[in-house]
T-cell receptor
Framework: QQQVRQSPQSLTVWEGETAILNCSYE??????FPWYHQFPGESPALLIA?????NKKEDGRFTIFFNKREKKFSLHIADSQPGDSATYFC???????????FGQGTKLSIKP | DPKIIQKPKYLVAVTGSEKILICEQY?????MYWYRQSAKKPLEFMFS???????DNQTASSRFQPQSSKKNHLDLQITALKPDDSATYFC????????????FGPGTRLLVL
């Protein structure tokens, strides 16, 4: 089934803490997993992405952990900043296709 | 300068009418997409085009028809509008369809009364 499940629906963490957002999938044809963020009134923008050949991808404070066996992947935001407050979407794309299947989104709030 | 232009930014329509949402990209990309975002379904894939050819259609209703007159254009015609069609429609593009980064336009917010 081409569906991506995302949790939690909303998350509040204190500034400086690590925020953890989780996603899971069932379709084995998925082989590209990006995370997008969206600020109010704006369009989604790519944050970081991973392919199953790796189980970890880092970009500054943002890290994706990928577990192919369990079909789960997560986004860790280290040293959270108030400017990170946004809605985060995980997504997955089937092999050799461009379409992105998005999760339901996590509204992240960082308390100063 | 904006690289992906969507027009109009806001659109109010009456039930049963027809509207065309415009999308132009100036990134030199070969693939273009339409997504829809509403309170019920946050980000939903609708169509993908590559070199002006339809690659994938996830929209059950034939009321939604993409139109590509030029390589960098992908408009969306919606007929017989319903209140449930109210959403923000995002156009996106990528260099190719092999899971390249997709860049989203600013969106057209459609309200059907």
């Amino acid at each position: 089934q081409q569906q991506v499940r995302q949790s939690p629906q909303s998350l509040t963490v204190w500034e400086g803490e690590t925020a953890i957002l989780n996603c899971s999938y069932e379709d084995s044809t998925f082989d590209y997993f990006p995370w997008y963020h969206q600020f109010p009134g704006e369009s989604p923008a790519l944050l970081i992405a991973i392919r199953p050949v790796s189980n970890k991808k880092e970009d500054g404070r943002f890290t994706i952990f990928f577990n192919k066996r369990e079909k789960k992947f997560s986004l860790h935001i280290a040293d959270s900043q108030p400017g990170d407050s946004a809605t985060y979407f995980c997504a997955a794309s089937p092999y050799n296709q461009g379409k992105l299947i998005f999760g339901q989104g996590t509204k992240l709030s960082i308390k100063p | 300068d904006p690289k992906i232009i969507q027009k109009p930014k806001y659109l109010v329509a009456v039930t049963g009418s027809e509207k065309i949402l415009i999308c132009e990209q100036y990134l030199g990309h070969n693939a273009m997409y339409w997504y829809r975002q509403s309170a019920k379904k946050p980000l939903e894939f609708m169509f993908s085009y590559s070199y002006q050819k339809l690659m994938d259609n996830q929209t059950a209703s034939s009321r939604f028809q993409p139109q590509s007159s030029k390589k960098n254009h992908l408009d969306l015609q919606i007929t017989a509008l319903k209140p449930d069609d109210s959403a923000t429609y995002f156009c996106a593009s990528s260099p190719g369809t092999s899971q390249d980064t997709q860049y989203f336009g600013p969106g057209t917010r459609l309200l059907v009364l």
